[in-house]
């Protein structure tokens, strides 16, 4: 429970302190890209999925501070691994409230963009 706490209170240190601007320029060209890379491979390889796999990653980025956004994506790549430890990540309700933000992002800017 440690290492989900540090992270939750990393991220609300980090969004108070970040001006509106910032909170939505603030997703690094490799997270943005990285995006746009699992979303053309999901939705097909061309220039009209590129379009919209970028309008997708920038609503997300619009509605999403990039540490909410490190923090779904970790917890979802951690609901992959095995093992008892790592349930805390399948079963907090902060772990829940993580993916639910994402998730709802990932909903609104599929219907905005595809």
Do not use: H
């Not at 970040?18 to 390889?45: H, K, S, V, W």
């Not at 609901?79 to 772990?95: A, C, D, K, L």
């Not at 993580?98 to 595809?114: D, K, P, S």
């Amino acid at each position: 429970m440690g290492a989900l706490f540090f992270v939750t209170s990393a991220i609300a240190g980090d969004i108070k302190s970040l001006t509106p601007q910032a909170i939505l320029n603030d997703y690094p060209t490799e997270a943005r890209a990285d995006y746009i890379f699992g979303c053309m491979a999901a939705n097909g390889q061309n220039r009209k999925i590129l379009r919209r796999c970028a309008c997708s990653i920038d609503w997300v980025a619009s509605v999403l501070p990039y540490a909410a956004y490190v923090a779904a994506e970790t917890v979802l790549s951690l609901r992959q691994t095995s093992g008892e430890r790592m349930s805390i990540f399948r079963n907090t309700q902060v772990s829940k409230n993580y993916e639910a933000a994402l998730r709802r992002a990932q909903a609104e800017a599929e219907i905005l963009c595809f």
